[in-house]
C-alpha cells in the first residue's frame, strides 16, 4: 500500500474515534437502537443507482448481471427475482437463465463459459445450491474472478483471507456495512462470531480480525469463532465479554438476553423458519427478541441483513463492472 | 467427502479419544511435558524417507525440489542450506538456484516459469523476503499451485481456508502435527491464537477452528484470535481460560506463567534475537520459561516449531511428487 493511502486512512481513523467520542453511539440499557437493514440496504442501493445514472448519463452503457437458476427450488426462485428486481432498481440491466434440474455439469459449464467470453457481461452468479449431481466448487471456480459478483471463486476467497482487493462475498460485506454506517467501534474490541460456515461466519471473522490497513477495511478486532462443538457454558462466557456478536448459526435463542453484555452491538445472520405464536409460519433469527433490552446496536430479522446482501450483490456488480479488481 | 471417509474418520475419533482417556497425557503442574520438536521433525523425516527409499526401489525417480534465493541475506542463505540438507536426509534431490538481489522481476518470473514446466522439478520454492523491487504477491502466484510447496498460491491460500486438500504452509502444519503427536485434545476446546500473520497466525487459526471432517483435518477447537491491537488485560483474560495456546507475534515474554492455565498446551511459534544474561546473542520464544510450571506441553525455542517447519516442507514436496492434491 502507497504511503499516501495509510497516512489517509489514519486520518480518517483518527477522525472515526474523535466523532465517535463526541456522539456516543451506545445507548444505555433498555434502548437499544435498531439496525435498519432495509433503510441501510436502500441507502446504498440509492448511492450505486446515483453513480449508474452518472455514468450511462455520460454515454456509458448499463452495468449487466446474469443470473443462473438450474431447477425450480421456489426458495431459489424467490432469491433470484428479488436479485432482479434490485438489479431494475438501481439501473443495472439483468437476465436471469432458467435451466432445468436435469441439466448436466458440462452444459452449465458451457453456459458460464459464454457469460465468462461476453464482454458484455459485467457480473455472473449461479444460485446456489445447484443440483446434488453437480459438484458446487467446479461451478464456482468456473465463473471468471473478475465476473464472481458472489465472490465464491477460490481466487477471491484466497485473496480476502489475505485482505487483498477483490470481490469479496455478500453476506459479509453487508455485515461490515451495517456495523460501519451504525458508527459502531470496533477497533481493539472483543467480538464473536457463531458459525463457521465458508460463506458467511468464516470471512466475516476474517473481517473483524484483520488489519484495517489492508485493502478489506477489516476491523481489527480481538475475534473469538464458536460453532457447533463449543459447548454452551463457554459460548456464553465469551458472548458475555463481547463488544459485538454476529450470529450465523441457524438456532433459534441461540442468544438470549443473559447472555450479552449491555450496549453491545447483535448482528443476527440467522434465518430460521417456525411457528410463530399465532400459529403462522414466521421468520425468526438466532437471537431472542429480549436481547433487545440489553444490547447497544441490534439488527432485526427480518429486516436487518437480509436486504443487505442483495444491496451488496449490487455493489459488486458495479465493481466488477468498474473493472475496480484488476489484479486477476 | 465420502460416507466410508467420514466413518472412517468417525473411528478414528473415538479411538482418538478413548485412548487419551486411557494415557491421560495431561501433567499436574510443575512438569510440563516438553514437545521435543527436533524428534518429531526427525521421525517424520525418516516416514518420508522409508516412503521415498520404497518408491524409488520400485525404480521411480526420486522427487526434486528447486529452493530459488534471490540477493544475499545471511539468514535467508541459512534457511536454504537446511532445506537442502532436509532433501539429502530424506532422500529428495535438491538444488539451490541463486541469483543476484539486482535480479528483475521478470527474470525471476522466467526461472519460475522454466521450472513450472520442467516435468522432473516437483516442487519450487522461492526463499522470501525477495528483494524490494519484486512484489511477493506476484512472485508466489507465478508457481504453479501443484509445485507450490509453501502453500502460499493464492489458489492453495483459498482451498485451505475452504478446508479443501491443498498444499498446506509449512509452519501451520508443523504446529498441527506437533499437537497431534503429543496426544493434546482439541475437540470442542479452546484455543488461543496470538498474531494475525497471514502466513502463520490466521492459517493456524484456520486450522484450531475449522471442521476436524474436511480435507485439511482441522481441530474443532473455538479459536480466538489476539492481535497487536488485543489490550493486554484482554489477553491475558483469553489466554487464561485456553486449552491450546499457539504465539506467534515475536514479542519476548508475551505469555507469562500467570496468565496460563494449568495443564494448557503452549506451542510457541515466536523466534526473537535478544542478548542473553551472559551478554551472548540468544533466541528466545513469545513464551517465559517459567510458564513451563504450569503448562501440560509446551514447545521449546529452539527446538519446538523450527524444526517441523523443514520437515513439513520435505512431507509437502513428497505430496507434490505423488500428486496428491489433483484438483488444480
Known amino acids: 500500500m502507497s504511503l499516501c493511502k495509510l497516512m489517509m486512512r489514519s486520518v480518517l481513523k483518527s477522525l472515526r474515534a474523535s466523532t465517535l467520542c463526541r456522539l456516543d453511539h451506545t445507548p444505555s440499557r433498555g434502548v437499544a437502537s435498531i439496525i435498519d437493514g432495509k433503510k441501510i440496504a436502500e441507502d446504498i442501493k440509492m448511492e450505486i443507482k446515483a453513480e449508474i445514472d452518472q455514468l450511462t448519463s455520460g454515454g456509458q452503457r448499463q452495468p449487466h448481471l446474469s443470473v443462473v437458476l438450474v431447477g425450480d427450488d421456489p426458495a431459489s426462485a424467490v432469491y433470484v427475482r428479488n436479485k432482479i428486481n434490485a438489479c431494475k432498481r438501481v439501473g ?126 477489516a476491523f481489527d478486532a480481538t475475534t473469538t469463532l464458536c460453532h457447533r462443538y463449543t459447548p454452551p457454558e463457554q459460548l456464553r462466557r465469551f458472548v458475555q465479554t463481547a463488544d459485538i456478536v454476529v450470529t450465523a448459526a441457524g438456532v433459534v435463542n441461540l442468544i438470549t438476553a443473559d447472555m450479552v453484555k449491555p450496549g453491545c452491538c447483535v448482528i443476527d445472520v440467522g434465518i430460521n423458519r417456525i411457528v410463530g405464536p399465532n400459529g403462522k409460519p414466521q421468520i425468526v433469527g438466532d437471537v431472542d427478541f429480549e436481547v433487545r433490552q440489553v444490547a447497544g446496536h441490534i439488527t432485526p430479522v427480518p429486516g436487518g441483513v437480509g436486504p443487505m446482501t442483495v444491496a451488496m450483490l449490487m455493489k459488486n456488480t458495479l465493481r466488477a463492472y468498474k473493472k475496480e479488481v484488476n489484479e486477476f
Do not use: W, Y
Open 92 to 217: 443495472i440491466n439483468s437476465e436471469a437463465i432458467v435451466k432445468p434440474s436435469a441439466t448436466s455439469e458440462t452444459e452449465l459449464l458451457d453456459t458460464i463459459s459464454a457469460l465468462n467470453e461476453n464482454p458484455g457481461v459485467d457480473g455472473i452468479l449461479v444460485q446456489l445450491p445447484v443440483p446434488e449431481h453437480m459438484n458446487e466448487r467446479v461451478i464456482c471456480n468456473a465463473i471468471h474472478p473478475s465476473k464472481d459478483v458472489d465472490g465464491f471463486h477460490v481466487v477471491n476467497v484466497g485473496r480476502f483471507v489475505q485482505d487483498m482487493d477483490c470481490l469479496m462475498p455478500c453476506t459479509p460485506l453487508g455485515v461490515q456495512q451495517l456495523i460501519i454506517r451504525s458508527g459502531v467501534e470496533t477497533f481493539g474490541k472483543n467480538a464473536v462470531v457463531c458459525g463457521r460456515s465458508k460463506n458467511v461466519g468464516m470471512p466475516i471473522a476474517m473481517l473483524l480480525h484483520a488489519d484495517g490497513e489492508g485493502d478489506t477495511n
